[in-house]
Nanobody
Framework: QVQLEESGGGLVQAGGSLRLSCAASGLTFSIYTMGWFRQAPGKEREFVAAISWGGGTTYYTDSVKGRFTISRDNAKNTVWLQMNSLKPEDTAVYYC????????????????WGQGTQVTVSS
């Protein structure tokens, strides 16, 4: 079956960096657009970033532009989210997701989800 496994979360001070990884299995990774979402306590899950199947197109929510970078390696079935200049408002559980068609922002567009990894940014 399809599995998406996130790793790399943790506790970091404001201004610090983390690199999240998402290892995929059970699907033809290279044909899926991959996305990162996050969900803070009491809030809805929100779009963070996405990358097209070939890696040529990336998308970011405005609040992370210039700070976060999404990348992928289809040979390794892995997508990463490099997060720099972290802020306390970036604190959330971060989820990796995979999709075939449609837009990239809505959670309903995605076919598969990981279990999430906690990112906590202290002030």
């Amino acid at each position: 079956q399809v599995q998406l496994e996130e790793s790399g979360g943790g506790l970091v001070q404001a201004g610090g960096s983390l690199r999240l990884s998402c290892a995929a299995s059970g699907l033809t990774f290279s044909i899926y657009t991959m996305g990162w979402f996050r969900q803070a306590p009491g809030k809805e899950r929100e779009f963070v970033a996405a990358i097209s199947w070939g890696g040529g197109t990336t998308y970011y929510t405005d609040s992370v532009k210039g700070r976060f970078t999404i990348s992928r390696d289809n040979a390794k079935n892995t997508v990463w989210l490099q997060m720099n200049s972290l802020k306390p408002e970036d604190t959330a559980v971060y989820y990796c997701a995979a999709k075939m068609r449609g837009g990239v922002v809505r959670t309903t567009e995605y076919d598969y989800w990981g279990q999430g990894t906690q990112v906590t940014v202290s002030s």
